[in-house]
């Protein structure tokens, strides 16, 4: 079992950077883990993913803005956001799965953390 706990949401400036921070309780070190999100009235989206072997996928919209990073020492999922936009403004959660997996689809996902809220004003 895994238990995921994100942190470092908060409302911030268009331009302006966050980091997210997700603590993971439980074996994740050959897991796959990602930064997923949902704005109101959408589907929730893939963000970033690292995989087990340390590959990192990005979606398009967050391409050269966004970097996910895994401290393995400290069991904690980093998502560095830096040039944010107010289409960022979403809950951001933290997810993982066993495994080697590179995609961004949140349904291969299996365990989820609470999310954290991110507000970007123009």
């Known amino acids: 079992q895994v238990q995921l706990v994100e942190s470092g949401g908060g409302s911030v400036q268009a331009g302006g950077s966050l980091r997210l921070s997700c603590a993971a309780f439980?074996?994740?070190?050959?897991?796959?883990m990602g930064w997923f999100r949902q704005a109101p009235g959408n589907e929730r989206e893939g963000v970033a993913v690292?995989?087990?072997?340390?590959?990192?996928t990005y979606a398009d919209s967050v391409k050269g803005r966004f970097s996910i990073s895994k401290d393995n020492a400290k069991n904690t999922l980093y998502l560095q956001m830096n040039s944010l936009k107010p289409e960022d403004t979403a809950m951001y959660y933290c997810?993982?799965?066993?495994?080697?997996?590179?995609?961004?689809?949140?349904?291969?996902?299996?365990?989820w953390g609470q999310g954290t809220q991110v507000t970007v004003s123009s």
């Open positions: 997810a993982a799965r066993p495994g080697l997996f590179y995609g961004l689809a949140p349904s291969y996902f299996v365990y």
């Open positions: 439980g074996y994740t070190y050959s897991y796959s």
């Open positions: 690292i995989a087990s072997d340390g590959r990192t």
